[in-house]
């Protein structure tokens, strides 16, 4: 069983920041790529950013500049720093992994999904 579980999500003013943590657990033996996507209320899901294992991360083109994606392999962690928030930012985010488990192939799994609200 492999879980992946977010954090870090809220309320915040247009142009402030939030940081968003995914914490992978269970049987895995290595990751294809970690990342974050986002849905808002009637869109279709997004990314906002992946980095795979060994390679340069990948920004969705609306948070380029404004968000980083960062990993720590030896947690199995990977973060979504979140700097000036705009109100089209707006969306519950889903933590997403590629990964393979001890004797089974690539699997991708998602987090339960966290709510990013920006407002004045």
């Known amino acids: 069983q492999v879980q992946l579980v977010e954090s870090g999500g809220g309320l915040v003013q247009p142009g402030g920041s939030l940081r968003l943590s995914c914490a992978a657990s269970?049987?895995?033996?290595?990751?294809?790529?970690m990342g974050w996507y986002r849905q808002a209320p009637g869109k279709q899901r997004e990314l906002v950013a992946a980095?795979?294992?060994?390679?340069?991360?990948n920004y969705g083109d609306s948070v380029k500049g404004r968000f980083t994606i960062s990993r720590d392999n030896a947690k199995n962690t990977v973060n979504l720093q979140m700097n000036s928030l705009k109100p089209e930012d707006t969306a519950v985010y889903y933590c997403?992994?590629?990964?393979?488990?001890?004797?089974?192939?690539?699997?991708?799994?998602w987090g339960q999904g966290t709510q990013v609200t920006v407002s004045s």
């Open positions: 269970g049987s895995i033996f290595s990751f294809n790529f």
């Open positions: 980095i795979p294992s060994g390679g340069r991360a």
């Open positions: 997403n992994a590629n990964l393979i488990q001890y004797g089974s192939s690539s699997k991708n799994y």
